[in-house]
């Protein structure tokens, strides 16, 4: 499996270890676990329900429609992706989900 990280946003402690995983059912219906991502400098965490289609293929979490929507929110609070903890409670896109 390819665990090239391509965010500009730098990856958490875990990122490699989470995007190895193959520990349930869920690993073999997508293209891989999402790990999360940030420094969290800005003692804030995100935490979503599960990776969507955008999140799946690119590995990485909110970077569909739902994380343009997150990055213009965050500006006007005045903080940056790499501000805060940005994850999911399920790290593998469940099958049929769209």
């Excluded at 730098?10 to 999360?36: D, F, I, M, Y």
């Excluded at 003692?43 to 343009?68: H, W």
Aim: aromatic fraction near 4%; glycine fraction near 14%.
């Amino acid at each position: 499996m390819d665990v090239t990280h391509t965010s500009p946003v730098p990856k958490h402690t875990l990122w490699e270890s989470n995007r190895l995983c193959t520990a349930c059912e869920l690993r073999a219906l997508c293209a891989g676990p999402v790990p999360a991502e940030g420094r969290g400098e800005g003692g804030v965490m995100l935490v979503g329900e599960a990776p969507g289609r955008n999140e799946d293929s690119g590995g990485r979490p909110f970077i569909g429609p739902a994380g343009q929507e997150l990055d213009q929110y965050l500006y006007h609070v005045g903080l940056q992706r790499q501000d805060v903890v940005i994850s999911n409670v399920i790290k593998c896109r469940p099958s049929g989900t769209t």
